[in-house]
């Protein structure tokens, strides 16, 4: 019997439920607009993929962005440099006070950012988010670029040589305006990333009302760049959930909601699980299992390193705290160990992990300008979700969070589709959507979801 039952866990095999479980798509009840999903190479894991074999770079590459052999990420999150030398900053030197004339410098490779964003492009990658893990070490009060400290000039924090808001402002503005002058558009611009904790690499803190007096300034300075139509600004990246909810308020209270394009939170002291009150979109822009030896399982026991762990939790952050996109952590690297990234890049050897598939059936399906509509369902072993994309189309989410196959008859109220397709990822093909069997009769789809799986149903008229 344990046998069985290991064959059951990792195969995905299992008693078939014949009787069918009815899940109902209501297109009159929406939710949030989606923006996508996506993954970052900073750090140096952008070079990771420049200087790989070409076979190597272009099948990464193809496994990050392409919708039909990879996950197809609609956004690349980009680091900011905060550093003291060439290569990690666009301003490596003091211009010696906050109004003195800065001598920006540009490499044209941004650690191989640059060249990655031009590739994203090619994919037709719609959202790049370029982010500063702080600010320049020498408009912080710690003169450094990590260990914490705070930008000179915000709430309670003051420097003798002067106010570095306004100065911080030119330096991100100036960092969007070179990618634009070199034909690449970055959508989103953050400033702080997980400013409650005092990293040793580079790191700021702030509260959301030190980031509020940051951001009125920022603001107005992109205004007149004309560069506000173009990028959004996001904040704030705390480390968890509950900070960024206590982070986002003290923003509304300080009266810059407005101002802020999305709010951003990672998920490593507390995770997505209720929504955060505002009114802006919500993304989830960093997560990682980064202790976990490098696993490419889909399901083995449910752990943190398998991909269907991953596809549950993207389901809890959509669902019941309404984000608009999940960036994991770093997208592909080389001299894997850990579970850090997605794709591990041995030689000319490309090796997709199941965590990278669960976000695919999330990004593959799920398009940017995706509406998220109700859905109910018949078994509490199977967590159903539904997106209506731009094109028209219809797509459903069936997690099967049970040993056994699963019987599935999909219905839509307030609209007709005629036709169905469905890929499922699972065990035996570790993650990657495969094409699964379904029947449309009478406007009703049915298919069978295999144990611990996720399969997405694509309706169309």
């Not at 996950?71 to 999150?77: D, N, T, V």
């Not at 003051?158 to 990618?179: E, H, M, P, R």
């Not at 160990?337 to 890049?345: F, H, M, R, V, Y």
């Not at 699972?426 to 009769?441: C, E, F, I």
């Amino acid at each position: 019997m344990s046998f069985l039952l290991f064959l059951i866990s990792v195969l995905g095999l299992g008693v078939t439920n014949t009787a069918g479980v009815a899940v109902t798509v209501n297109l009159g009840t929406t939710y949030q607009e989606m923006d996508g999903f996506g993954c970052s190479q900073a750090f140096g894991r952008a070079a990771n993929i420049y200087t790989a074999a070409s076979s190597a770079q272009t099948a990464a590459l193809d496994l990050l962005f392409s919708q039909t052999a990879g996950a197809g990420f609609s956004i690349l999150r980009n680091r900011i440099g905060n550093g003291n030398t060439s290569s990690d900053s666009i301003l490596p030197t003091s211009p010696g006070s906050p109004s003195a004339t800065p001598s920006y410098q540009w490499d044209g490779y941004d650690s191989a950012q640059f060249w990655l964003t031009q590739k994203a492009k090619n994919y037709s990658v719609p959202y790049v988010y370029a982010d500063a893990w702080g600010a320049p070490y020498f408009m912080k009060t710690n003169n450094a670029v990590g260990n914490g400290g705070y930008l000179c000039g915000v709430s309670g924090q003051s420097c003798s040589s002067g106010d570095w808001k306004q100065a911080y402002a030119n330096f991100l503005t100036k960092y969007v305006q070179i990618y634009k002058d070199n034909g690449l558009t970055i959508t989103h611009l953050g400033f702080l990333n997980e400013p409650e904790f005092s990293a040793s690499y580079s790191s700021m803190l702030s509260s959301g009302t030190q980031a509020a007096d940051f951001i009125k300034v920022l603001y107005p300075t992109l205004q007149s760049a004309n560069l506000s139509s173009q990028v959004k600004i996001a904040c704030c990246d705390s480390e968890g959930w509950n900070n960024q909810k206590t982070m986002t308020s003290q923003l509304i209270s300080a009266g810059v909601e407005s101002s802020v394009g999305v709010v951003t939170s990672h998920s490593y002291t507390s995770s997505p699980d209720v929504a955060i009150s505002t009114s802006r979109k919500v993304w989830q822009t960093e997560y990682a299992d980064l202790s976990g030896s490098w696993s490419t399982n889909w399901y083995s026991s449910g752990a943190i390193g398998d991909g269907f762990y991953w596809a549950k939790l993207i389901y809890n952050g959509i669902v019941n705290a309404n984000l608009s996109a999940y960036l994991y952590w770093e997208g592909a690297e080389t001299g894997v160990q850990t579970n850090s990234c997605l794709i591990s890049i041995s030689g000319t050897t490309v090796t997709a992990s199941g965590r990278l598939w669960a976000l695919g059936q999330w990004s593959r399906y799920v398009r940017p300008g995706a509406r998220r509509v109700a859905t109910t369902s018949g078994s509490s072993t199977l967590l159903t979700s539904a997106f209506k994309n731009t094109d028209g189309s219809l797509s459903v989410q069936v997690l099967n969070n049970s040993a056994s196959s699963q019987s599935v008859s999909i219905s839509v109220s307030g609209g007709t589709y005629t036709q169905a397709s469905a890929f499922i990822s699972q065990q035996s093909n570790g993650g990657k959507p495969t094409a699964l069997t379904v029947t449309v009769s009478s406007g009703v789809v049915t298919g069978t979801v295999g144990a611990y799986s996720m399969t997405t149903f694509k309706l169309t008229a």
